[in-house]
């Protein structure tokens, strides 16, 4: 299975829209995929228990169907910060649990697979360690998602520095734009390519949130690693 591990600039960046809609792409070649949220916070009760809105689009992207518990181990309700979060719920995240989750998941692989994260690179599971740990145990290639704003392209330098810090491949990035009123877009696409010596895997337009069907529309403007222009 070709596995990726999703990352983003900051909270808010895009990432679960953009994995969903490499997802997508991915299921237009027809490839089988699936979508992993190891640790999601900002959960909804529900009869079938908590669950968590970016963790449902992954399960509706990943073909064949899979199991909710199957995307997303680890479902918290307040919506903070993971480490908080499982602090709240009486709990202690630990990253060799969800790298665990991950590799019994690779022992069925798919054509093509996105683990993604919370937040950005540093975003913390505990004192001790970071959720960019899953991706150094396994040694995934990183994607990028860069929210398209005032700042983002230090955000996007910084993160893409820490990755190759921590020996890891950033197999692409992906310019969201975020901010339909940003009106710099096509400088700030311009020197992120100069600037991150990795592929662009696509500039996605503003998309509403209340688009049902988003992914969809994303994918009309990503390409997968490895996907020629």
């Known amino acids: 299975m070709s596995l990726y591990f999703v990352t983003g600039t900051d909270t808010d960046a895009g990432k679960t829209l953009i994995s969903a809609g490499l997802l997508a792409r991915a299921r237009t070649q027809g490839l089988t995929t699936r979508g992993i949220k190891p640790v999601a916070s900002g959960s909804t009760r529900t009869a079938r228990g908590l669950r968590n809105r970016d963790a449902l689009l992954l399960q509706r992207y990943s073909a064949p169907a899979v199991d909710y518990t199957e995307v997303n181990p680890v479902t918290l309700e307040p919506a903070v910060a993971p480490h908080l979060a499982a602090r709240e719920a009486g709990m202690t995240l630990e990253a060799s649990s969800l790298i665990a ?7 069925s692989p798919r054509q093509f697979g996105l683990v993604e994260g919370a937040g950005g690179w540093r975003v913390p599971l505990n004192r001790q360690e970071d959720l960019s740990a899953i991706a150094r145990a396994l040694e995934l290639p990183v994607i990028l998602v860069i929210g398209l704003r005032l700042g983002c392209i230090n955000h996007a330098r910084l993160s893409a ?23 710099e877009i096509e400088d700030t696409q311009t020197m992120l390519a100069h600037h991150l010596d990795a592929p662009c895997l696509g500039q996605v337009p503003w998309i509403d949130a209340a688009e049902t069907h988003g992914p969809e529309v994303a994918a009309r403007h990503l390409r997968l690693p490895g996907e020629a222009h």
């Open 161 to 183: 520095e820490a990755i190759r810090a921590d020996g890891l491949r950033l197999a692409g990035w992906v310019g969201n734009h975020i901010d339909p009123d940003y009106a």
């Open 101 to 107: 989750h991950i590799r019994r998941l690779q022992a």
